[in-house]
């Protein structure tokens, strides 16, 4: 089968044709149909990941259909259409694991970091970890729903958003945009926080309320004279823009961290403690968000812009994206 392999930190990504592989206990062959193309494979490819196993296939936004499943494995069955996400499996005993939070699991693997993933013709995952779609959902579309819109729907949970909340996003890329939407569709009043006026009629377009440039007025000002935030989701690859925000949540509000940059997060405590204000981040999510997330997707008919590309255009895109040439979100898709 057809493949791209990272094969060590700072090596350009290699096309290669690998053996088929064959379904273990507990394993599903799927044929894959879709593998988004995320900036954490950019992180793999820069050495980032220092747990990383390389050689390795990366790719973890992945869509495929079952056609063949290992020893053991009742479900999901040949023909059916699955998703498989950044979390590749988890230990299965620990607490995290027993309560649903796999997510959380001290020996969790990451797919295509530890484990071949989806810049392949086929890929091995685990039964209990991969997730079906639900009937009509695009494959293509909705691959980068395994990652982004994971991880933006499951942060706008873990942080409480009701259709009484406000929530401000932070930055408008793959999981800002798809937060706006999710907020929005919730019931809750969105704003947008951008860097320039750039992105206020994609904001507005999406649904927000308010739109915000941080070139222009100060973030917690504009948020607090909207009435306040009680969920600041932070979708900026910068820790700073996230921080700027604190004036402008609501008592009880949440500063929640989706994307982050190398630099601390430094908060002026007196107002948090008056307020009760929390600070939490989160990361993607164990199998049962994704099937809500997926669901609710449907429900909403709320997929990502995506650009098609072959897997031999997937090199070119990732250099594009490492020297900030790139725009939209690229899927590779398999015929
Ligand atoms: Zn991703
Ligand atoms: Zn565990």
Redesign the pocket.
């Known amino acids: 089968m057809r493949a791209a392999v990272a094969t060590g930190a700072n090596l350009p990504l290699t096309l290669d044709d690998l053996d088929l592989p064959h379904p273990a206990a507990g394993e599903v062959l799927v044929k894959v149909t879709a593998c988004?193309v995320?900036?954490?494979?950019l992180s793999l490819l820069r050495g980032h990941y220092p747990f990383a196993r390389f050689p390795v296939v990366p790719g973890?936004?992945i869509t495929g259909v079952v056609t063949a499943v290992g020893e053991g494995v009742t479900f999901p069955e040949v023909g059916t259409a699955v998703g498989g996400q950044?979390l590749y499996d988890s230990c299965g005993h620990c607490d995290y694991c027993v309560r649903g939070d796999q997510i959380l699991c001290p020996r969790k693997r990451v797919t295509g970091v530890v484990a071949d993933g989806g810049y392949a013709e086929y890929v091995l995952l685990k039964a209990g970890f991969v997730t079906p779609l639900p009937d009509g959902l695009d494959p293509v579309a909705a691959a980068?729903l395994?990652?982004?819109g994971l991880?933006a729907f499951n942060g706008l949970r873990q942080a409480g958003t009701t259709a009484n909340s406000r929530v401000a996003v932070v930055g408008l890329g793959g999981v800002g945009a798809l937060a706006v939407r999710y907020a929005v569709a919730m019931g809750a009043s969105v704003a947008v926080i951008g860097r320039s006026r750039r992105g206020e009629d994609q904001a507005k377009a999406l649904g927000a309320d308010l739109f915000v440039a941080t070139a222009d007025s100060d973030p917690a000002d504009a948020l607090k004279a909207w009435g306040g935030a009680d969920v600041v989701l932070n979708a900026a690859p910068s820790t700073e823009a996230a921080a700027a925000t604190l004036g402008g949540i609501a008592p009880d509000g949440t500063l929640l961290l989706l994307g982050y940059g190398p630099e601390p997060l430094t908060l002026p405590t007196q107002p948090m403690i008056l307020n009760r204000l929390h600070v939490a981040a989160s990361p993607?999510g164990s199998p049962h968000d994704l099937r809500d997330a997926l669901a609710f997707s449907a429900a909403h008919d709320i997929l990502p812009e995506v650009t098609p590309i072959t897997l031999d255009q997937a090199p070119g895109v990732l250099d594009a994206m490492a020297d900030g040439s790139a725009h939209g979100r690229s899927v590779i898709t398999f015929a």
Not at 38 to 41: N, Q
Request: charged content about 15%; overall charge negative.
């Open positions: 988004g995320c900036y954490s494979d973890h936004e950044f980068p395994m990652c982004a991880t993607s």
